[in-house]
């Protein structure tokens, strides 16, 4: 360091110091990313994580699924079977002695949909998971009033979201085959229950969650009317 008499002052000479804190910021620069290394890998291995048990569990509730859909078309045909081979009407007795909860109610296909699912007594979850839901004390297809049925938008119904008047809806049940075409559809509320009601007719109701492509609870539910193709009897 240069230090000189100035006129009894004391001055001393500059050193240049911008290299060394070029440098300090380079080492505390390298210093943060060593630091935020760690922190992402950590969060790409979170969420590695979840993705892997998400689609391990949307493998083991399919799977679950297509067994449970394969066992109640068995317990169908059977029932189907063993009531052509019993007189005097027995499918609707051996139907509506069995509305226990989760009892097999039959068959729904919407054919130009490609929307096919087995239906069974009942709306609670563990039904709903793996069948289409008969909404408990709404008619029986095949009987007088209004037929009632629910499932997921992101499963069972997932495919009503491009029904149309005049699609054909086929219900097979234990007591017969039944025919009906959709005349409308609406967009409720999930308090509305007046679609429920019962009617004077041969009717029947189909209810699942919108909008379609709703990310989590659903606000509003889809409904979808149809009829009797005339005259409604078992086939």
Not at 80 to 93: K, L, N, Q, T
Not at 107 to 135: M, Q, W, Y
Not at 188 to 197: F, G, H, M, N, Q
């Amino acid at each position: 360091m240069d230090v000189r008499p100035t006129g009894g002052r004391v001055r001393r000479a500059h050193v240049p110091v911008t290299g060394l804190n070029q440098r300090q910021v380079s080492m505390s620069e390298n210093d943060v990313l060593r630091r935020a290394v760690p922190k992402t890998c950590a969060i790409e291995h979170l969420l590695l994580a979840i993705a892997v048990v998400s689609l391990g569990w949307y493998a083991f509730v399919s799977i679950s699924t297509a067994r449970e859909q394969s066992a109640l078309a068995r317990e169908l045909e059977q029932i189907r079977f063993r009531a052509s081979a019993s007189p005097a009407e027995p499918g609707r007795r051996a139907l509506t002695a069995r509305l226990a909860p989760r009892t097999v109610i039959g068959r729904i296909d919407v054919p130009r949909l490609k929307l096919s699912a087995l239906a069974r007594e009942g709306v609670d979850v563990g039904t709903l998971r793996t069948a289409v839901g008969h909404v408990p004390e709404t008619a029986l297809p095949g009987d007088v009033g209004n037929a009632a049925f629910a499932a997921h938008r992101d499963t069972f119904f997932r495919n009503l979201e491009g029904v149309r008047n005049g699609d054909e809806i086929v219900l097979t049940t234990t007591s017969g085959i039944y025919r009906y075409t959709v005349t409308g559809m609406t967009v409720v509320a999930p308090t509305e229950t007046s679609v429920l009601r019962p009617t004077q007719g041969h009717t029947l109701t189909l209810v699942t969650c919108y909008p379609f492509d709703y990310i989590g609870a659903a606000p509003e539910r889809f409904i979808v009317h149809a009829e009797a193709i005339a005259p409604a009897r078992p086939q």
